[in-house]
């Protein structure tokens, strides 16, 4: 972790965002004692909307027949 006060860390904000973007923990602190951590922002998941594959996918038409050699376990 990479602690550095606030009036330092004004003069090296570069450098800080830098660290924290390989993955560094950077905090910086106010005379206050208050503290702050820097950290990128991942991305975002990708949320699939619903029917965006529409038209896609084909089915064959028999996929519903029963399946060879498995006859014995179908009502």
Do not use: C, H, W
Not at 17 to 26: L, P
Not at 38 to 47: G, N, Y
Request: glycine share 6%; hydrophobic share 40%; charged share 30%.
């Amino acid at each position: 972790m990479y602690q550095i006060n606030l009036q330092e860390a004004e003069t090296q904000l570069v450098e800080l965002i830098e660290q924290a973007a390989k993955g560094e923990e950077v905090v910086i602190t106010r005379s206050d004692g208050t503290a702050f951590k820097i950290v990128p922002i991942v991305d975002r998941v990708a949320v699939p909307k619903f029917g965006s594959a529409r038209g896609r996918i084909k089915m064959s038409d028999d996929f519903d027949d029963p399946l060879e050699g498995l006859e014995e376990y179908t009502p």
